[in-house]
């Protein structure tokens, strides 16, 4: 018998993700040195761990024979604290992906529908994919969100919204004020995930308020990670704003343990890493202006990004990344996407843009 026939067809509809290629992978396959590959494929922090998490780590290490404390007192605790907001608000996630696959687990069901943006986040599609429910994709508007296409996409089914902001792949703002009038317009019982995975990035006038969106929308849910700008990619852990009503109904799907003891004690301190945070800013715009540079002396067009990474076209994007793995530099594909003349890197030191630079470079010649 054909064991996956015993899957609902929604599930063996779904197209699986397809993750940067780890350093260790592309080393095997090439047989190249782990040490002589750039890998700026997964929008990670280039600086590495903070300092103050790695503290944290080593004293964490002697408690790991214990469960984590399921309940996240201490990061909740610290993430109410810089918002503003209660604990009860706060929703921890093993990652920030974990926190749209429990949105969606917690409030979608078999013929609910859910919009997002073409080439927005390739998740959406996969978390919503897993319930039954049904996607409605918003053709794109210059590569970013259409909300008011979006808005008119919504339907009676349709119980959820995803809105990445800054976008992945394609590194798309929404200015804060259509942003509150996107929120303005958008049904009371329809739910909205604002995903803001890139917002320590912005500039400060760039970022919305999400407090105050959030004491006047209760269908919002602003979702926020730890491994981006927090540099602590491996250690999975993200968190959700939104209102305790939501909160305590996705803690009911929520596995007791989500979020792991080290996950936990790094995330807390990486809170209040002021240092290492404006050193990722600065090090990501330094990154982007190189990369950019580079883009326009070589004439290939590109995506202006407010994120950690920039998506840029060429002739044939398959033949070009095939070259790069080659020369032991590692970006994205976005073929998944459909945006098959593109590639997105991601800024890395001043060292592996410049790598990645001359190989590309020397692609084109
Ligand atoms: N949202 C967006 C827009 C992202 O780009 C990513 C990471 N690629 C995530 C969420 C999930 O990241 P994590 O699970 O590491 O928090």
Redesign the pocket.
Request: proline share 0%; aromatic share 14%; net charge neutral.
């Given at each position: 018998m054909n064991l996956a026939e015993l899957a609902p067809d929604y599930i063996r509809a779904i197209a699986p993700y397809q993750a940067g290629k780890p350093i260790s992978e592309l080393a095997r396959e090439m047989g190249l040195d782990e040490a002589a590959i750039v890998k700026l494929a997964?929008?990670e922090n280039p600086l590495g761990l903070p300092p103050k998490a790695r503290a944290a780590l080593e004293a964490a290490v002697s408690e790991l024979s214990r469960y984590p404390d399921g309940n996240g007192f201490e990061l909740k605790a610290a993430i109410a604290a810089k918002f503003g907001m209660n604990q009860e608000q706060v929703l921890l996630g093993n990652?920030?992906?974990?926190i749209?696959e429990l949105v969606a687990r917690t409030f979608l069901r078999p013929g609910d529908s859910v919009v997002f943006s073409e080439y927005a986040?390739a998740?959406y599609p996969l978390v919503t994919q897993a319930t039954g429910a049904r996607c409605i994709e918003v053709k794109a508007r210059d590569y970013g969100h259409d909300l008011d296409a979006m808005l008119a996409a919504i339907e009676p089914s349709t119980r959820l919204v995803f809105v990445?902001n800054p976008?992945?792949p394609t590194g798309t703002l929404i200015k804060p004020g259509a942003l509150l009038e996107f929120l303005e317009a958008v049904p009371a019982q329809v739910l909205v995930v604002l995903?803001e995975?890139?917002t320590e990035y912005l500039a400060l006038e760039l970022r919305a308020d999400i407090v105050g969106f959030l004491s006047r929308f209760p269908n919002l849910i602003v979702?926020r990670?730890?491994?981006?700008a927090y540099g602590l990619?491996g250690l999975?852990v993200?968190f959700a704003l939104a209102s305790s009503e939501i909160v305590a109904m996705v803690n009911r799907v929520r596995q007791p343990f989500n979020v792991n003891a080290l996950a936990q004690a790094a995330a807390t301190a990486a809170l209040v890493d002021d240092d290492f945070l404006a050193r990722a800013v600065a090090v990501n715009k330094e990154g982007m202006a190189q990369l950019t540079e580079a883009f326009v002396r070589l004439g290939l067009p590109y995506i202006p990004s407010f994120a950690n990474f920039v998506t840029f076209h060429v002739a044939d994007a398959a033949a070009l990344n095939a070259y790069l793995l080659r020369h032991g530099v590692i970006v994205r594909s976005l073929a998944p996407y459909n945006m098959k003349n593109s590639l997105r890197v991601s800024i890395g030191l001043p060292q592996e843009n410049a790598r990645f630079i001359e190989v590309l470079e020397s692609a084109l010649l």
């Open positions: 997964s929008n990652g920030s992906n974990d749209l986040f998740v990445a976008n992945n995903d995975a890139y979702s990670t730890f491994s981006k990619a999975r993200g």
